[in-house]
């Protein structure tokens, strides 16, 4: 079935730039989204992309998409404190029906001061 | 405030009990699923539904069951808990599959089976 992959950590230096990295399986995808869980909350869509786009810029997030590869990336640039959170990525893909979003299992990125 | 609201927060049941989860949506949204939460494992779709009536099984269905009366309200039932349905479960609802508009999420609801 349909599968996306996310690695489980990330730690990077406040003020760098983090990526976060997803690949997914199935060629048919239409969205691709990623999504911010911070401690103890629901997840909050962060930003999300059409399968025709590259890229697509939202002030310090910035999401690339290589469809070849089927590798979705969120760099988030001078990452602060705040920044800390589960990132999950997300596809929709056309034959699935009536079944919702199909998520990674989330990447943990720790921000160090 | 508009939104998704689940109740409760937090539960601790017995093995054998049963309990209702609920989940209210205010945004008139067609699409509401339910998803459970484990360390590791990401998000797993238990059920989901597009509408008033009309609801289906996801990845994890088994000792959960959903129903749809009303577009608003989308309540999650575990009929006999048991301590592997020890996790946090998540409502969210969209105006459409693809969440083109996104997922609105519950703030979840911490349970625990003894």
């Known amino acids: 079935g349909e599968d996306v992959e996310q690695s489980l950590f990330l730690s990077v230096r406040e003020g760098d730039s983090s990526v976060i990295n997803c690949t997914y399986t199935d060629s048919s995808s239409t969205y691709l989204y990623w999504y911010k869980q911070e401690p103890g909350a629901g997840l909050q869509l962060l930003t999300y992309?059409?399968?025709?786009?590259d890229m697509k810029q939202d002030q310090r997030l910035t999401v690339l998409l290589n469809k070849k590869d089927k590798h979705l990336s969120l760099r988030i640039a001078d990452t602060q404190t705040g920044d800390s959170a589960i990132y999950f990525c997300a596809e929709s893909y056309l034959n699935s029906g009536n079944t919702p979003l199909v998520f990674g299992k989330g990447t943990r990125l720790s921000v160090i001061a | 405030n508009a939104g998704v609201t689940q109740t409760p927060k937090f539960q601790v049941l017995k093995t054998g009990q049963s309990m209702t989860l609920q989940c209210a949506q205010d945004?008139?949204?067609?699409?509401m699923s339910w998803y459970r939460q484990d360390p590791g494992m990401g998000l797993r779709l238990i059920h989901y539904s597009v509408g008033a009536g009309i609801t289906d099984q996801g990845e994890v269905p088994n000792g959960y069951n959903v129903s749809r009366s009303t577009t608003e309200d989308f309540p999650l039932r575990l009929l006999s808990a048991a301590p592997s349905q020890t996790s946090v479960y998540f409502c969210?609802?969209?105006?459409?599959?693809?969440?083109?508009?996104?997922?609105?999420f519950g703030s979840g609801t911490r349970l625990t089976v003894v």
């Open positions: 945004m008139n949204h067609e699409y």
């Open positions: 969210a609802s969209s105006y459409s599959r693809t969440g083109d508009y996104g997922y609105t």
């Open positions: 992309i059409f399968s025709n786009m």
